[in-house]
């Protein structure tokens, strides 16, 4: 067998990904675009949070928990 060299593309980032950081219990979003509707989930599915930013990084705070935020089709499990 003659090995084949093939092209290895760079991963590109996914464009689907929400960009969020937690510090204690506070929630900052990145990137979003102010009029954005973020809607927040616990664990078992129930909505908790609603809201429509007012700023491009949003934040907010959520109670000790594991979550699942959705932005505009973008979303991502957070843990408080």
């Given amino acids: 067998l ?9 991963p ?3 464009v689907n990904q929400l960009e969020f950081g ?7 979003l990145f ?4 009029g954005s509707k973020v809607t927040v989930y ?3 599915g129930q909505q908790c949070k609603s809201f429509s930013t007012t700023t491009d990084n949003a934040s907010f705070d ?3 928990g594991l ?3 959705n932005v505009e089709g973008k979303t991502a499990k957070v843990s408080i």
């Fill in 31 to 34: 990137n979003t675009k102010s």
């Fill in 42 to 44: 616990t664990s078992a």
């Fill in 67 to 69: 979550y699942i935020i």
């Fill in 22 to 28: 937690v510090n204690a219990n506070t929630v900052k």
């Fill in 2 to 10: 003659t090995p084949t060299v093939t092209s290895v593309e760079k």
């Fill in 62 to 64: 959520l109670n000790t």
């Fill in 12 to 14: 590109k980032a996914d």
